[in-house]
């Protein structure tokens, strides 16, 4: 399983951006998909994430302003950043919960990162 994630760049403060990241690879099932960022120096964090039923979640710092939607057809979570802050700047990770077969475990699996930068 593979995914791909793409969108991210550099913005002044206000501004928006769109992230993308598309599953791929022998998937069975997606249970979940969403997104998490690592600022500089920090751990990884929740950002945002959408199930199966649509059922969606945020991090307190990004209600409002962000928000999470999929297209299960096509194994692709979408991340709209508004109102962007400079402590939005961070490495932003796409993960999905994926099974592979009928009988396997729920996995994690993660994207390559895409650096989003947000200028003041």
């Known amino acids: 399983v593979q995914l791909q994630a793409s969108g991210g760049g550099l913005v002044q403060a206000g501004g928006s951006l769109r992230l993308s990241c598309a599953a791929s690879g022998s998937i069975f099932a997606i249970n979940r998909m969403g997104w998490y960022r690592q600022p500089p120096g920090k751990q990884r964090e929740l950002v945002a994430a959408?199930?199966?039923?649509?059922?969606?979640e945020y991090a307190d710092s990004v209600k409002g302003r962000f928000t999470v939607a999929s297209d299960l057809a096509k194994n692709t979570v979408y991340l709209q950043m508004n109102s962007l802050k400079p402590e939005d700047t961070a490495v932003y990770y796409c993960?999905?919960?994926?099974?592979?077969?009928?009988?396997?475990?729920?996995?994690?699996?993660w994207g390559q990162g895409t650096q989003v930068t947000v200028s003041s």
């Open positions: 993960n999905g919960v994926i099974r592979t077969t009928r009988y396997s475990n729920p996995t994690d699996y």
């Open positions: 959408i199930n199966v039923r649509y059922n969606t």
